[in-house]
Structure formats: C-alpha cells, structure tokens
C-alpha cells in the first residue's frame, strides 16, 4: 500500500490517508472460458483511496465535507465500472481505478477485484492494481 505520495514538481510530500471499501458485493456476468459464458458470477470490489491527510481535518458537520473528500462517490464510480459488459477482472480493475482517481481529491487508488469459486478448490482469484494521479 502507498504510503506517501510525493507531489510532481515538488519535493515536498503530502501525507495521505485513506478511504477503504471492504468487499463491495457485484454479480455480473464476466470471463472468457467457456463456462462462464451466458451466467453470472459473484465479484468482490475492495477499493483504497489516498487522499490528502488535510482533507480529513475538516469539521464534525454535514457542511464539513465541503472540505473533505465524499467517499459515497467512490461506491458511484464502482457501480458505473460494473455497468458496461466486461470480460476481464484486470479491465474492471482499471475501470474502477481511472473512475475514483477522477473524484476531487483522489491521489491514489489501490483496487482489488475478486472472482469466488471460479473452481469447487479455489475460493476467489483476485487481481490487485496500484494507480495515482
């Protein structure tokens, strides 16, 4: 996980903190095997944004977040990458990825995108990308 992030230009560095999604619960239909083809399957999202650390000292109001990052869109870009027809966990990754790096305030996203019980031994096959802006 990114920790720091260094500003481009810039050799000052910005302190992050972090909005985490645990498990964000999808059932589409995805993959190229022929099994797979004309079903659904259960997909888990996990999604960590880095945000300035700054945005998090904001005032305990609902006018607070006006100075802070409204994570409910996160949930918003997830749900919008999962609408078009995907065949692969790495596409949905990216998708997902490009769509929170896009909100106000989003430095970096990590995403991970489960796919359970591809096979009656395998319990999820993941793939797990790190981008930042």
């Not at 970096?108 to 031994?121: A, E, H, L, Q």
């Amino acid at each position: 996980m990114i920790s720091r992030h260094k500003a481009r230009g810039n050799e000052t560095e910005t302190k992050l903190a972090f909005i985490e999604f645990e498990r964000i619960d999808v059932t589409l239909e995805i993959g190229v095997a022929p099994h797979e083809k004309q079903r659904t399957q259960r997909l888990l999202i996990d999604v960590v944004v880095g945000i300035d650390d700054k945005m998090t000292q904001i005032g305990d109001s609902a006018e607070g977040l006006a100075d802070g990052f409204d994570y409910a869109q996160v949930r918003t870009s997830v749900m919008d990458a999962v609408a078009p027809k995907v065949y692969l966990l790495e596409t949905l990754a990216n998708r997902v990825a490009a769509g929170v790096l896009k909100l106000h305030g989003a430095l970096t996203c990590s995403v991970k995108v489960t796919k359970t019980r591809c096979w009656p031994d395998v319990e999820g096959v993941s793939v797990w990308i790190d981008r930042e802006n």
